[in-house]
């Protein structure tokens, strides 16, 4: 019987502290300290005086690889670039070796804005495939604010209406 009435004091007590560590329970305070604020969102394009689109790599479009290339740019004094950390998502092996290298290539040799020291610019580079593989696909980009950059590749039949190409030039 003295166990069973220490096993349920006990039982007792640890309920009554994890409710109290919770903050729930009948009767307790509303509120308790405050939430943490959101992180607010990595910058984007808005931090680049000039982002080049990469180039879709002639041995990705070979080996018919795409993917997304994710880059987080630790923007540096005066807008230098500092610590790039990429991500490779592709569904192929060798996605992150045919694609992080032109990705890393257009922010190296991007300028970002000055006052954007101390933030962190989020830089998608989504590669895509499109269509029948070419021997010559034209390969075509958009930009999608505030941080991801399509390059699509499109067979040159595809893109022919007419007997013209998309600029209108026979």
Same mark, same amino acid.
Request: aromatic share 6%; proline share 9%.
């Given at each position: !019987? ?25 009767? $307790? ?9 959101? $992180? ?48 490779? !998502? ?12 032109? $990705? ?7 300028? =970002? ?6 933030? @962190? ?7 895509? =495939? ?28 595809? @893109? ?11």
């Amino acid at each position: !019987m003295r166990k069973f009435l220490l096993v349920a004091i006990t039982s007792a007590l640890c309920m009554q502290f994890g409710i109290a560590q919770r903050g729930g329970g009948k009767g $307790a305070p509303k509120g308790g300290p405050p939430a943490q604020p959101a $992180a607010p969102p990595p910058a984007g394009f808005e931090c680049f005086d000039n982002l080049a689109t990469p180039e879709f790599p002639k041995a990705a479009l070979q080996a018919k690889v795409d993917g997304s290339v994710w880059l987080n740019v630790e923007v540096g004094a005066q807008g230098a670039s500092g610590k790039i950390d990429t991500q490779v !998502m592709s569904a192929y092996a060798d996605g992150p070796k045919l694609l992080t290298a032109p $990705a890393e290539a257009a922010v190296h040799s991007a300028k =970002l804005k000055a006052d954007c020291a101390g933030k @962190t610019v989020l830089v998608v580079f989504r590669y895509e =495939l499109h269509g029948d593989p070419t021997a010559n696909p034209q390969v075509t980009s958009r930009k999608e604010p505030p941080h991801i950059v399509w390059i699509e590749s499109q067979p040159m039949t595809a @893109t022919k209406t007419g007997g013209k190409n998309q600029a209108g030039k026979k």
